[in-house]
């Protein structure tokens, strides 16, 4: 216990006023001369032990009086088992939210604006010599890389902070601050975590994580006081540019690409006539006004843009609404690499007696593949197709291609398949059709770890005649991004043709993990038709028949060719790391081998620029840059090499800006034993209580009336109470 | 009908010093208006029979001789004076007591004056008057005479005596049934402190002896009420050196209730021995003694 007048305390002295003025009385008695002492005598006698101890007893309360009277103005405070805090300094950690929400406003003020003040004046107002450490949640990094006690510099650095970061996680948060704080030195430690309380910022699933993390604090050496500090303005009013989609996998270079813009209005109120613009590196579509949209309340919409692209090279899609104060969610950025050529190397197992022989195993793919090109046509394809017999493959042309397509190879030796390993590894698509040269033990054993699923025996007749084949391809909804043009019956469809002969893989094998085989597509006859599997960074399809006519249909299809086209697109796609980002997703661009050692620029949605090293991994020069906390556009330079766009964008769940009522954040704060402040003032109520204790002259009030009206019952129940006599 | 006395108090009184003064003032101011009786005979010993004339009380008239002879008498008594009343006066140290309400009167000045008037009252009744003064033993015997000159001797004994020393009713009481040889009325004014058992083995002694006893019990104020506050030491006025220090306002109550069962044993005693218990606290009025005792005197005619 501490008191805050402590001098006060001195009047704890005044309990000997009543013991002095018993013993006055008791010194100063009267005399009476008296008659009826038999009368007397009798009650003394009986009552006298008794009367003692009540007159001890009254003697005892009356002098307790004085006493808690002292101790009451003294002011006393309790502290409970903490240490005597007093002005001692701290160690102070502030989890401040600046995800993009927080730039909601009320009245021109920010939310972010608000709780960056309220930090600086809480920092300001720390002790001298205390430790400060600010972790700002939306980016997920600390203000300054440790704790300091210069505090000046902790101000100083918040002055520079803004919000429109990604989504604040508030269990990770407090997870990596219960690590900072383990190393500091004070041991009167708060965190102190200054949030909008939005809704989706504490979702039920996080519940226990959140409870996990408190749980470490807690368990710290010397645990720290958690508070909630609320800084937000309920806001509601917000739209979103949620995603867009592209309908193609892959641009090309004069093709005409669709981008359909989904938007949502989380606010109550309708917003007729929203004005929708469409800008492609960093320009409006010359031509267009931008389009509208109208969005009832609470409810999306979508707005479909077309655009050609004229170069080749990255390039950065933005779709924009019209402003509202959480400008983060207002755009979208996407960056589209615009291919020239996309490379797929198709390795004949059962090459014709010409390159562009029919018979031969990849005659039909090769056309399908570069239809005008092969056609002799005066126009681009986006694929370049180049045969090499088995044999032919190697790691050179395997490494300069985008996709490799096996097609009713035999086997491969291991050099061969280590190159293949690599290229997949690393990001590349690698396309595998059987056929009767197909050798299962070569399949099952060097080439497994590669085959999606083993295979286990024929099946079908090669031999069939047109019309008496075993299986179709059975007629589903396609989920996989390469066959969901089939789901539209006007894009062709799948099951009209014919397959005679096909190799039974072997059910996959389960583990739950999310490199599991996937069947894409089946045939009628329940065996898989298409499997996918994840090896490395790179993607393996592989096709339980051929790729030509010999034991299938599918090339007299209307469907091939978008069949195939699809396929090595999807495959190519993810040769590139993903230039789409989510906020706190690591970058990574991919560049030649030569480039290892150097240093790439890259510039940051601030404009302010970093050097990256490129580092040497496999055959290839990589950059890595995980710090993607800032949603905007990152600009990627290799002195000598091209700019390459790479978009992060925050999860569009912080954009509802929905609150927590005040109930709820009371249940969340006493559910884990928190406090919640919603004002300076009321936070540094809270701070002297937690510091110097909890003043308690209230319940020495109450024992001092209690004192003093059992004094008055005590007196006369003992001197009108029922007496022996 | 108002009499002087009853606007004088105790107090008021105590300025006259003289107790013969005192006394007529009081018992001529209680018996004024009232009509003397022409009648003798109100004695307890029989003289003789005379023969009913009109305006005698029928209730005088000896029913029996009526029987026999058929003729009225009334009975008379044979002593010249109506009544022997024997006053018993306490003067133990209790009786010393001078209560803060009582303004100065002690229980002893209260009932000497009680005595005086009494007798006074008694003498020019013609009725016979004694006294005895006691404590732990009787101090003085003055038999019962009904000449004024005796009046005279009784209120000098009163004047002269003063309270001191222990009390005990019992044993003085017994030591006095000898002296009494004839029966007659006797009116003990006391604070009867003590044994209750005692006293009313001594009472009974004395209605053994066919006596009347008539008992004016005198209280102080502060004895019945007990108002004393702050620490206070009692110093018994019968026992030197018996002292007792203490807080009086936490015994009040078992002070009251232990005076209750002492009062209630002794009204329950005199009841059972037919003895009128007539108690007087120092701030009340003589005449209510006057008044007990003419009751008394009216209820044995």
Known sequence: ?????????????????????????????????????????????????????????????????????????????????????????????????????????????????????????????????????????????????????????????????????????????????????????????????????????????????????????????????????????????????????????????????????????????????????????????????????????????????????????????????????????????????????????????????????????????????????????????????????????????????????????????????????????????????????????????????????????????????????????????????????????????????????????????????????????????????????????????????????????????????????????YLASNVYPPRNLQVGEQLVSFLPSATAGKKAILTLPDTSTVEVPIVKKGERGVVEYPQTQRPGLYKLQVAGGDLVHYVVNADRAESDLNKMTDAEIKALAKTHGLQVVHSEAEFKALDKVQRYGREIWKPFLLILLVLLFGELILQQMFARGRRKV | MAHVSDFLTPTDLQRISSLQVLARVVVEGFTTGLHRSPHKGYSVEFKQHRQYVAGDEIRHIDWRVFGRSDRYYIREYEEETNLRSTIILDRSGSMNYSGTKSGGVTKYDYATRLAACLSYMMVHQADGVGLVTFDDKIRRYIPPRSKVSHLRLIIDELEKGKPGGETDLGDVFHDLVPKLHRRGLLIIISDCFGEVANFLKAMAHFRHARHEIVVFQIWDRDELEFPFRGWTQFDCLEQDGVKHLLDPAMLRQAYLENLAKFRDELVKGCRKHHIDLVPFCTDEPYSKALAAYMTRRLGRA
């Open chain 1, 1 to 569: 216990m501490n008191f805050l007048n402590a001098a006060m305390l001195a009047g704890v002295a005044a309990l000997s006023i009543p013991l002095i003025i018993h013993l006055f009385h008791k010194s100063r008695f009267k005399i009476v001369k008296w008659g009826a002492m038999h009368l007397l005598a009798a009650v003394i006698r009986t009552n006298q032990k008794r009367i003692k101890i009540e007159q001890w007893i009254l003697l005892a309360i009356r002098c307790a009086i004085p006493a808690i009277l002292a101790l009451m103005m003294a002011k006393p405070v309790w502290q409970g088992a903490k240490q005597m805090l007093g002005d001692q300094p701290t160690s102070t950690a502030v989890l401040l939210d600046n995800s993009y929400s927080m730039e909601a406003e009320r009245a021109g003020t920010k939310n972010f604006t608000i709780a960056r003040d309220e930090t600086e004046r809480l920092i300001g107002g720390l002790k001298p010599n205390s430790e400060a450490y600010v972790f700002l949640m939306g980016e997920g990094r600390g203000l300054l890389d440790q704790s300091t006690r210069d505090l000046s510099s902790v101000t100083q650095a918040l002055g520079k902070v803004g919000a429109g970061y990604g989504m604040a996680r508030v269990p990770a948060a407090l997870d990596f601050v219960a690590g900072t704080l383990d190393k500091m030195t004070g041991n009167a430690r708060q965190v102190v975590l200054l949030t909008d309380f939005q809704r989706v910022s504490f979702p039920a699933s996080d519940e226990k994580l959140l409870g996990q993390a408190l749980e470490r604090l807690k368990k710290l050496k010397f645990p720290p006081n958690v508070t909630l500090w609320d800084v937000g303005v309920e806001s509601k009013e917000n739209v979103a540019v949620e995603s867009l989609d592209f309908s193609k996998l892959m641009v090309g270079v004069g093709q005409k690409v669709q981008i359909r813009a989904n938007i949502r209005n989380y606010g109550d109120t309708a917003r007729p006539d929203l004005r929708v613009t469409l800008k492609v590196d960093g320009f409006e579509k010359p031509g267009t006004a931008g389009s509208q949209v109208s969005l009832a309340a609470r409810s999306s919409g979508q707005v479909l843009f077309t655009h050609v692209f004229d170069k080749p090279g990255s390039h950065v899609v933005e779709i924009e609404t019209e402003a509202d104060p959480v400008k983060a969610d207002n755009l979208f950025l996407a960056s589209i690499p615009v291919r020239d050529k996309l490379t797929v190397l198709l390795v004949d197992g059962a090459p014709g007696a010409t390159p562009d022989d029919l018979k031969g195993e990849t005659g039909f793919a090769q056309i399908a593949l570069s239809p005008f090109f092969s056609g002799k046509v005066e126009q681009s394809d986006l694929i370049k197709a180049s045969v090499v017999p088995a044999e032919g493959a190697n790691a050179k042309n395997i490494a300069e291609s985008n996709v490799v397509v096996l097609a009713n190879v035999a086997k491969l030796n291991d050099e061969q398949i280590k190159a293949l390993d690599l290229f997949v590894k690393q990001g590349g698509g690698l396309l595998v059709f059987t056929g009767d040269r197909t050798d299962a033990a070569w399949w099952n054993g060097p080439f497994g770890k590669l085959a999606p699923l083993q295979i286990g025996g024929l099946g079908g007749d090669p031999n069939a005649k047109p019309g008496t084949a075993a299986a179709k391809v059975a007629a589903q909804r396609f989920g996989h991004p390469s066959l969901e043009l089939f789901n539209d019956p006007r894009n062709g469809t799948l099951a009209d043709a014919e397959v005679k002969a096909w190799h039974k893989f072997k059910a996959p094998e389960r583990t739950g993990g999310p490199d599991d085989p996937t069947v894409l597509a089946r045939l009628d006859s329940g065996d898989p038709f298409l499997v996918e599997k994840t090896y490395g960074e790179g993607r393996v399809i592989a096709c339980s028949t051929t790729l030509d006519s010999d034991w299938n249909s599918l090339p007299a299809r209307p469907s091939y060719l978008p069949l195939v086209q699809r396929l090595c697109v």
